[in-house]
């Protein structure tokens, strides 16, 4: 798995970001604050996805399903179960992306440069809007609880800002339906979220298998 593919696929991973977007109202703000504080209480996450990739090269989109796990203080496992198995791990410390051609594996303490992008997937399933605000900016419109919410981002910077145009997530009160990213070059890559389980926790043992750390069970924080 190269890197610009890794950088596109931490954009699709994102679901709940801060909105400080010119124009929007103080109670908007608030209700998203409100959002990415109850994700802050979530102990862990389970959740199947199935991804639509469309490439200016291909006649026919390409479709992928897996699972992902997220645990705390920022261990996350996206693992793909078809067409093609691969999985890629972030600890604190690294960075590591196996499929059927080997494992890959960076250091993110000695990677400054992307570590920003690998920890926002991190800082988002544990709700810290502080991390998240100083790479993305975003515009965020609320529903009604008939009509889903509505979060765009846009990267700040390099060098997530020459790949992605912009990401957006829909979503239900704390139900995240569907993300879609906009790529710069035009290709486009949308996930549904069909299962969750935002109550998981895991066993020491679960941890070791799952993210390869030692650990103790997890819980609520």
Known sequence: MSWRTYLVVAGVMLG???ARAVGQSTSTTTELSQLMAAFSKMPGLEARFVETKRLGLLAQPLESRGRLYF????????????????????????????????????????RPDVRPFVESLTWLLAG?????????????ERGDGHTPWQLTLTPKAEPLAHLIAFIRVIGTGLAVSEIRVQEKAGDET????V???????????????????????????
Not at 196 to 217: H, I, K
């Open 190 to 193: 949308v996930t549904h979220i």
């Open 71 to 110: 645990a705390r203080p920022g261990l996350l496992l996206r693992r793909v179960e078809s067409p093609r198995r691969s999985e890629l791990v972030i600890t604190p410390k690294e960075l590591k992306m196996r499929d059927e051609d080997g494992e890959q594996v960076i250091d993110l303490r000695a």
């Open 195 to 221: 299962e969750a389980n935002p109550a998981r926790t895991f066993q020491p043992a679960e941890l070791q298998s799952l993210f390869g750390v030692p650990g103790t069970a997890s819980k609520k924080p």
């Open 128 to 140: 810290d809007q502080k991390a998240l605000s100083a790479v993305y900016s975003l515009q965020f």
């Open 16 to 18: 709940v970001f801060e």
